[in-house]
């Protein structure tokens, strides 16, 4: 019984990874890019606090708390990223972040 809930658990972590590695590759807009690699960690989380359940051990729940704080820092350099790509392009279009590196001639 607790198998098929761990499959149950699995194929869901899956089916998320999934939809945000086709957010990461199919889409342009930096927003929805960032809300895709975040969909993608808390899938991990999932299947890390799924087999920590399974194997009753509680590394796999620790290990999901260290990628929450990890994701927490990473939101805000990514925002601040955005932030700046929008005040200087009026775009949140992927293919601007490599025009931030050039320096721009007056």
């Known amino acids: 019984m607790i ?12 089916i998320l990874f999934s939809i945000g590695l086709l957010g990461v590759i ?3 807009n930096i927003f929805v890019i960032y ?3 975040e969909l993608m960690l808390n899938a991990i989380n999932l299947m890390f606090v799924a087999l920590s359940h399974y194997h009753h051990d509680m590394g796999g ?7 929450i704080a990890i994701a927490a820092a990473e939101a805000g350099v990514f925002l601040s990223l955005i932030v700046v790509l929008y005040r200087r392009k009026k775009s949140l279009d992927s293919d601007l972040f490599r025009t931030l590196s050039q320096k721009e001639v007056a």
């Open 3 to 14: 198998a098929h809930t761990l499959f149950a658990y699995i194929f869901v972590a899956m």
């Open 26 to 28: 199919s889409r342009k």
């Open 35 to 37: 809300m895709s690699i």
């Open 61 to 67: 729940q620790v290990m999901a708390m260290m990628v």
